[in-house]
C-alpha cells in the first residue's frame, strides 16, 4: 500500500511540474507577442508624426479620414 500511494505522489509531483513548464512557456509567448505589438504600435506612431509634420498636423489628418473630408 505504501510503494502505491509513493508512486502516485511522485506521479503527480512530475505532472505538476510538467504543466508549471508549460504555463511558463506561454507566459513568456504571450508576453514577446505584447511586446512585438507594442513595438510596432510606437514605430506607427512615430511614423505618422514624421508625415504629418507635428501632433496637430496628425490630429487634422485623423479627423479628416475618419469624416471623409
Do not use: N
Amino acid at each position: 500500500m505504501a510503494t502505491s500511494s509513493k508512486s502516485q505522489t511522485q506521479t503527480q509531483e512530475s505532472s505538476k511540474a510538467a504543466i508549471d513548464t508549460v504555463s511558463r512557456g506561454s507566459i513568456i509567448t504571450m508576453g514577446a507577442a505584447s511586446a512585438l505589438v507594442g513595438l510596432w504600435a510606437v514605430a506607427c506612431l512615430a511614423s505618422a508624426m514624421l508625415g504629418s509634420g507635428s501632433p496637430i498636423g496628425l490630429i487634422k489628418g485623423w479627423f479628416s479620414a475618419v469624416s471623409g473630408m
